[in-house]
Nanobody, 115 residues
Framework: QVQLVESGGGLVQPGGSLRLSCAASGTSLSFYPMAWYRQAPGKQRELVARITSYGSTNYADSVKGRFTISRDNAENTAFLQMNSLKPEDTAVYYC?????????WGQGTQVTVSS
């Protein structure tokens, strides 16, 4: 059973930075893509960034140039470095991995950008 646990969320002022982590257990995710999603109150969950097993990345237009997704396969962990944060980045952030045809989600971590 794959388990994903996010951490690193919190309250930050506009223009600040946070680094989210997603630690996986139960199986090695080295060969599978990982992604970060977010869901703001009253809105649908949306893809923020995605990274393949070999390191290719793609981002939502709203975060390009500000967020960076990465992974450490030895640590079975994915990261989301978020810089120049804006109030509209406020949301619960979730990590996801697809193993075969099965999607696994973490429980989410709250990010609040406010002065």
């Amino acid at each position: 059973q794959v388990q994903l646990v996010e951490s690193g969320g919190g309250l930050v002022q506009p223009g600040g930075s946070l680094r989210l982590s997603c630690a996986a257990s139960g199986t090695s995710l080295s060969f599978y893509p990982m992604a970060w999603y977010r869901q703001a109150p009253g809105k649908q969950r949306e893809l923020v960034a995605r990274i393949t097993s070999y390191g290719s990345t793609n981002y939502a237009d709203s975060v390009k140039g500000r967020f960076t997704i990465s992974r450490d396969n030895a640590e079975n962990t994915a990261f989301l470095q978020m810089n120049s944060l804006k109030p509209e980045d406020t949301a619960v952030y979730y990590c996801k991995s697809r193993v075969g045809i099965q999607d696994y989600w973490g429980q989410g971590t709250q990010v609040t950008v406010s002065s």
